[in-house]
């Protein structure tokens, strides 16, 4: 071996033990440029080659490479090294208490009458029922003439009325919506689909179970070929969906002025499954909705020919159904509005 | 409606308990709201008699009874009742008894005297006051003489029966009446009641000879029919009847009245009696009261009465408001001998509004409002008057007055299998449907599926094809009706635009962090008017419960704050809301029916940002709001520019920190604090709020979506510093800045304004960060310098600014 190849064997042992002891990245940069630098030991050697003989350069030059990229190898290494200490340091001193409370934009919440009105809204939707919204100031026709309770009808006790003046009310249900839209139908395009949510009043003391404002939503379904049994399904249907799949829903018989055969609708009680409990009476079943056939008056009164022409409509409470659903004692805490109310119920649903 | 179970079984063969009952009558056709065992929760209360008394040494009211229990010895009770006497049999409650209440009876001394037990009164068993007998009302209650000593006392005053409250719809007054509710039971069952009906045994004396009776208008009483009853004895009723009215809840007084109340619960006949001897003259007669007419009924109170009243008269003044309720001065006293019974039907809706003119809402009342069984009014009356004489020896005059009476005639109503099985989705068989019409007691034939069924004078509710497919319907059983959805084209569900862009803007309201609220929508008068976006008349209910929920609001922003005070006041006041609803703007006072315009309006008061750990507390500011106000614009996309206008000239908001809001020209709204002076008034905080025409916002012309690349050339900036007056706005420098900016000025950012003591009193300092871009090009910097030039001269020129 010549004496070269000797020295660049010794630079190399040395120069590994100087960057594997180098403390921190300027060290082993200045080490790196020290060893492998154009003023370095191994450029020297490779300048002394031009003393070799012919034959002997081509050895000691690839030697010398390979010397040079080894080094080149441990520094690289090194350095890798290095960098990696450096950036566990860091984060060693970033290091924070991750159960701290993150910054939470505040998220208003939907008030719960209106999270019923839209379940219930998109329930029907699916069904292919479009959704109206009427007058809340209404013409006594409509609110009860056209829905079969002529003047001095025995059934408009039921509901006591805010007058406007002898011919324009407060609307008392949201049924005068269902005799607008009968009457503007062009049954030519197929069957009259609807449900219409909204607010009602009646002349009532307000008190946990009473208020003079409350909210209704009716809905109708006028075609051809509609049934009673039509009316069972859909209406099982939509129950399912607000008050979950395994409800099963009853038939009792009862009376409205402007629908015949009428039905309470009763749904098997969610809390006890039937079994009896204090939500139900102990009688297992909850009345949640009133419903029937539209009766035959209505239907001449809006121009609709009950030969040819029927259906069924159907009307419920979106206070006695938030009630229902969430225990809700108290129909006032719908209308005064108390923070630590409307917030228990922004999760939608 | 109460219906006695032991009174039912007299009329239908039962094999089930009063509470499976119940429920059958509710899912067939009737809703049975409770079903009530008078002895429930009663114990060891048992039948005493009273074998001597004296008085309680050490008391000037009670006295020591020696009470016969059957058992051994008597026993000591003591007793404070005035009315117990020796040779009573009474009501004992024995010591471990429970009485009305749940309350228990103990052994114990009073006074010094030792008392097994108490002797009660019929309030102390449970009895409301409105129904035990009047003879009673201060005392103990005395038991019939043949009562078993010992004996549980339930039996003898039919407190051993269950009472089934049947609440009545208005099409079904047919079960107002046992016998009603006893076809009703029948139908159900399919058993056929049974009926006794009384005669009367006539004298040989006429009634024309001490009466006459005549009708003004046969539509005001179409049938009117009288009974005279000669020598009646007034006394108490037999105890059987006096047990059948208690358990209706009607009050037993004497045998004719009782009678008469008796036949209204049996057939829903009321009935009335007037004391002949009292009226006055020898002639009845029924007219329309004349206007102003004087009438003391039978409560005591004196009546004007209107010309729509009908009213029984002697032939010359009003001796009872028809249908409704008697005269005082034709009652029967204990001192009256001749009877007039009267059986009638009435106009319904005159009856109905003298009810309610008087507020004498009456069992009797009820029924003629609500229908007659046209069949049974003379039944009645015979019926009646045949109790009466029984109960009371009196002679029954020979004879019926009767100036009008009705026919009573089935109805023939038609209706067909196909019809019936078409509505109800349902394959009920033409026998199955006779089956249920001969339940009903109707008469049917049927002919090629087309039923003719005859529907007699009880069930008069019936009259149209409909009536007959409910019957069907509920009889077969719902609980055997299919669930189907219907087979008709589908049709798309879907909601209109504005529908939807109402939801989305709630969602944008909540999570800008305002909660949804909902109001009353009938407030004060004075609150109705406050906050309003343009002048409008209010709209008023007639008859308001309270002067809170009078007048139909005009604005959504007096609700918020009634809300925010009521949170206030319950310590909740980092308080932030929006309301979306209906205002009522009606145009001048002559409109009847107001404007119905959607609002949409938020109200928030105390911290918008309470303090965290690492934030500071940041209280409600007017940028914060128009900020949610902005975001809510902008997602309408309108094409008009929204743009702020300060207003001093809203009454109830702060001069200063008020803005209206125009898109293009219109008007749609405002923002700004609650005046400190209203604030006050509400017992609110300082409170900012919006409000803003959501109808208009709906309606108003959209901006087109149009896609624009985005530019790939850069874009460059440049700052400007300026020292302006203090009133200068920053829309009048922002506007300045747009006019010179030239083509290619994007974007004008505000990013700093300072007040305060390093710059000149009446001064402050705004910085803008201007932004230039050129879509087709890249700018150079001499382009944008001499653009930038432009500005800060016409900032300094026209705004008066110092460049810093």
Redesign the interface.
């Known amino acids: 071996m010549s004496t070269l190849q000797e020295k660049l064997t010794q630079l190399q042992q040395k120069g590994s033990q100087d960057i594997k002891a180098a403390s921190d990245l300027k060290q082993l940069n200045d080490i790196r440029v020290k060893l492998l630098g154009k003023k370095g030991p191994i450029t020297e050697v490779l300048r002394g080659m031009r003393d070799l003989t012919k034959e002997e350069r081509p050895a000691v030059g690839s030697f010398a490479n390979k010397v040079r990229d080894a080094l080149a190898e441990v520094v690289d290494q090194k350095k890798a090294e290095l960098e990696q200490a450096k950036i566990e340091q860091q984060l060693a001193t970033e290091t924070i208490d991750v159960t701290?409370?993150g910054?939470q934009?505040?998220?208003?919440?939907?008030?719960v009458?209106?999270q019923v009105i839209?379940q219930l809204?998109d329930t029907?939707?699916?069904?292919?029922?479009?959704?109206v919204y009427g007058?809340?100031?209404e013409?006594e026709k409509y609110n009860f003439e056209m829905l079969n309770m002529p003047k001095?009808?025995?059934?408009r006790?039921?509901q006591d009325t805010?007058?406007?003046?002898k011919?324009?009310l407060?609307r008392t249900h949201m049924s005068p919506d269902e005799a607008r839209e009968l009457e503007k139908h062009d049954f030519s395009q197929?069957?009259l689909?609807m449900v219409s949510p909204g607010?009602v009043?009646r002349?009532?003391?307000d008190d946990a179970t009473h208020s003079?404002?409350f909210f209704q939503m009716e809905g109708q379904?006028i075609?051809?070929?509609?049934?009673?049994?039509?009316l069972?399904?859909?209406l099982?249907?939509a129950i399912r969906q607000i008050f979950g799949e395994e409800r099963e829903i009853?038939?009792?018989?009862?009376?409205f002025?402007f629908t015949?055969?009428?039905?309470?609708v009763d749904i098997s009680c969610f809390k006890c499954n039937g079994k009896g409990c204090d939500v139900c009476k102990h009688t297992g079943w909850i009345e949640v909705l009133g419903a029937g056939?539209t009766?035959?008056n209505v239907l001449k009164a809006a121009g609709v020919d009950p030969e040819i022409y029927?259906g069924f409509a159907f009307g419920l409470g979106i206070d006695r159904f938030a009630m229902l659903k969430y225990g809700i004692d108290d129909i006032r805490n719908?209308?005064?509005?108390?923070?630590?109310f409307?917030?228990q119920f922004?999760k939608r649903g | 409606m109460k219906v006695s179970y032991n009174w039912l079984k007299d009329y239908i063969d039962l094999d089930v308990t009063p509470e499976e009952l119940a429920n059958k009558i509710?899912?067939?056709?009737?809703?049975v709201e409770d079903t009530f065992h008078p002895d429930a929760g009663l114990k060891k209360i048992v039948v005493g008699y009273v074998v001597s008394t004296k008085p309680h040494p050490n008391s000037d009211h009670l006295q020591l009874c020696q009470v016969d229990l059957g058992a051994s010895d008597p026993v000591q009770i003591v007793c404070g009742a005035p009315n117990v006497a020796a040779g009573q049999k009474v009501i004992v409650a024995l010591p471990g008894s429970r009485i009305a209440n749940n309350e228990k009876i103990k052994k114990g001394k009073m006074r010094g005297e030792v008392s097994n037990g108490m002797i009660c009164a019929l309030q102390e068993i449970g009895f409301s006051t409105d129904v035990a007998p009047q003879a009673y009302a201060d005392g103990i209650y005395v038991l019939p003489a043949d009562a078993k000593v010992g004996a549980p006392v339930y039996p003898y005053l039919g407190m051993d029966d269950a009472i089934l409250d049947l609440a009545i719809?208005?099409?079904?007054a047919d079960a107002q009446s046992m016998r009603g509710v006893a076809y009703e039971v029948g139908a159900v069952y399919a058993k056929k009641p049974h009926f006794d009906v009384a005669k009367p045994v006539e004298t040989a004396k006429p009634v024309t000879d001490v009466l006459q009776a005549s009708v003004a208008a046969e539509k005001d009483a179409p049938s009117y029919n009288l009974r005279v009853i000669e020598n009646v004895k007034i006394q108490p009723s037999p105890l059987w009847l006096q047990i059948r009215l208690w358990n209706a809840g009607i009050r037993p007084i004497n045998n004719v009245v009782d009678v008469t109340n008796y036949v209204m619960l049996d057939y829903g006949q009321p009935m009335h009696a007037f004391d002949y001897d009292k009226i006055g003259s020898k002639e009845i007669l029924v007219r329309r009261a004349t206007e102003g007419e004087a009438l003391t009924t039978l409560d005591g109170n004196e009546h004007e009465l209107s010309a729509d009243d009908i009213v029984i008269s002697n032939g010359t003044k009003a001796i009872n408001l028809a249908g409704v309720m008697g005269g005082l001065d034709s009652e029967i006293t204990d001192q009256t001998t001749t009877v007039v019974l009267e059986a009638a039907i009435f106009d319904?809706?005159h009856i109905?509004?003298s009810a309610q003119r008087y507020n004498l809402r009456s069992e009797a009342s009820s029924r003629f409002?609500?229908g007659i069984n046209k069949g049974t009014v003379l039944t009645a009356l015979d019926h009646a008057a045949s109790l009466i004489a029984d109960f009371s020896d009196g002679d029954v005059l020979a004879g019926i007055l009767s100036p009008t009476k009705i026919v009573p005639a089935a109805t023939v109503v038609e209706v067909s299998q196909e019809r019936i099985n078409?509505?109800?989705?349902?394959q009920i068989s033409a026998a199955e449907i006779t089956k249920i019409f001969k339940r009903l007691a109707f008469g049917v034939s049927e002919m090629n599926g087309q039923f003719k069924a005859s529907v007699p004078t009880h069930r008069w509710d019936i009259s149209?094809p409909?009536?007959l497919?409910?019957e069907v319907?509920?009889l077969y059983g719902?609980?055997k009706?299919?669930?189907?959805?219907?087979?008709?084209?589908?049709?798309?569900?879907?909601?209109?635009p504005q529908?939807r862009r109402v939801?989305q803007m709630?969602q944008l309201?909540?999570?800008?962090?305002?909660?949804?609220?909902?109001?009353?929508?009938?407030t004060t008068s004075e609150k109705a008017s406050q906050f309003t976006l343009i002048p409008a008349a209010t709209?008023?209910?007639?008859?308001?419960?309270t002067v809170d929920?009078a007048v139909?609001r005009m604005n959504l922003v007096s609700g918020l704050l009634d809300?925010l005070a009521?949170?206030i006041a319950?310590k909740?006041v980092n308080?932030?809301?929006?309301e979306q609803?209906?205002v009522?703007l009606k145009q001048d006072a002559k409109t009847?029916?107001?404007e119905?315009v959607e609002y949409v309006a938020g109200a928030v008061t105390g911290d918008w940002?309470a303090k965290?750990?690492?934030?500071a507390a940041k209280p409600v500011d007017f940028y914060q709001i128009k900020g949610i106000v902005a975001a809510l614009l902008n997602q309408f996309n309108l094409k008009a520019t929204v743009t702020y206008h300060a207003t001093a000239t809203r009454a109830e908001m702060h001069p200063g920190r008020t803005a209206d809001i125009y898109v293009g020209d219109q008007l749609v709204g405002f923002v700004g604090q609650i005046h400190p002076q209203v604030e006050k008034v509400y017992r609110i905080k300082p409170t900012y709020v919006f409000q803003l025409n959501l109808t208009a916002l709906l309606t108003l012309e959209k901006q087109a979506v149009v896609y624009q690349a985005i530019s790939k050339y850069p874009v460059i900036t440049r700052d400007v510093a300026l020292l302006v007056a203090s009133d200068v706005t920053n829309q009048a420098i922002t506007d300045a800045i747009f006019a010179k900016g030239g083509a290619h000025l994007k974007n004008v950012t505000l990013f700093d304004s300072y007040t305060g003591s390093k710059i000149e009193k009446g001064k402050k300092s705004l910085a803008y960060t201007l932004t230039y871009q050129n879509p087709g090009a890249t700018l150079t910097d001499d382009e944008v310098n001499t653009a930038f030039a432009k500005v800060e001269k016409t900032l300094v020129e026209q705004i008066g600014a110092v460049i810093r």
């Open positions: 701290l409370p910054d934009p505040k998220i208003g919440a939907h008030h009458i209106s839209e809204e029907f939707l699916g069904m292919g029922f479009k959704v007058y809340e100031v013409e001095d009808h025995p059934a006790d039921m805010f007058y406007i003046t011919d324009v407060m197929g069957p689909k607010r009043y002349r009532d003391t003079h404002q379904y075609g051809k070929n509609v049934t009673m049994a039509d069972k399904g859909t099982e249907f009853r038939f009792r018989p009862s009376y002025p015949e055969p009428s039905v309470e056939m009766h035959p029927g719908f209308y005064q509005n108390d923070v630590r409307l917030t922004e | 509710t899912l067939t056709g009737i809703e719809t208005p099409n079904r319904p809706m109905r509004k409002e609500k078409h509505v109800l989705g349902m149209i409909a009536d497919i409910e319907a509920r719902y609980d009706m299919p669930t189907t959805l219907p087979a008709s084209a589908s049709t798309p569900g879907i909601l209109t529908q939801r709630a309201l909540e999570a800008s962090g305002l909660n949804q609220a909902i109001s009353y929508a009938l709209t008023s209910v007639a008859w308001p419960m929920h139909l809300n009521y949170n319950r909740q308080v932030a809301l929006y609803g209906r009522f009847t029916r107001p119905e940002q965290t750990w690492n934030q």
